[in-house]
């Protein structure tokens, strides 16, 4: 079955440090890997994905994730957190190899806190 | 910058009412997408449309839901007989010419059951 596991519930980073936000997946075949952004009282924004190619992916606001397939993981990261960073993140990954596979399954999301 | 579109924000109705949500997805997008998010829990997936009808839905995806897209423009969700666990936040999502391409989503509307 697919899974997305987002161990951590909440992660608090201090203004200027690196931030990573974990992820891990399961699928039976190739991943299809996604993170989204929700600001509070909006919806979900895309932030990166990874389809194939380099396993690092850059995406908006200096967001970047590392594709590992020994570890099943997509963790997002960014060297140098901003306050205005702090929102939940999505992990979504799809199975590439279903072909009517449309949907996304998604972690349970990871609430970013940024301290100044 | 082409975004998705919702209405009503929020939508208060009684067990048992009918309810139809709408969504203008991005325009020269093909692929849409219902999903919802109990409070407090993960989004879950409804339902995916493409070419004028359903090409996958989940198991919440009962006989009590329905998708239209009446004109070319708006997609609808409707909810024949509400339950007081269909309160959710409901999210409408689009994808362009490939359902592989990312879906970009609407800022959601909260459905509230009483």
């Known amino acids: 079955a697919q899974s997305v596991a987002q161990p951590e519930d909440q992660v608090n980073v201090a203004e200027g440090n690196p931030l990573t936000v974990k992820c891990t997946y399961s699928v039976s075949g190739n991943p299809y890997l996604f993170w989204y952004v929700q600001y509070p009282n909006r919806g979900l924004q895309f932030l990166l994905k990874y389809i194939t190619g380099d396993n690092l992916v850059k995406g908006s606001y200096g967001f970047e994730a590392e594709f590992n397939k020994s570890q099943t993981s997509f963790h997002l990261k960014k060297p140098s957190a901003l306050v205005s960073d702090s929102a939940l993140y999505f992990c979504?990954?799809?199975?590439?190899?279903?072909?009517?596979?449309?949907?996304?399954?998604w972690g349970a999301g990871t609430k970013l806190i940024i301290k100044p | 910058e082409p975004e998705v579109t919702q209405t009503p924000s929020h939508q208060v109705t009684q067990m048992g009412q009918e309810v139809i949500l709408r969504c203008v997805p991005i325009s020269n997008h093909l692929y849409f997408y219902w999903y919802r998010q109990i409070l407090g829990q993960k989004v879950e997936f409804l339902v995916s449309?493409?070419?004028?009808?359903?090409?996958?839905k989940s198991e919440i995806f009962d006989d009590q839901f329905s998708v239209e897209r009446p004109d070319g423009s708006n997609f609808t969700l409707k909810i024949r007989s509400t339950k007081l666990e269909d309160s959710a936040m409901y999210f409408c999502?689009?994808?362009?010419?490939?359902?592989?391409?990312?879906?970009?989503f609407g800022p959601g509307t909260r459905l509230t059951v009483l």
């Open positions: 449309f493409y070419n004028n009808e359903i090409s996958e």
């Open positions: 979504a990954v799809r199975d590439m190899d279903m072909d009517s596979n449309y949907q996304l399954i």
């Open positions: 999502a689009s994808s362009g010419f490939s359902s592989y391409n990312e879906q970009f």
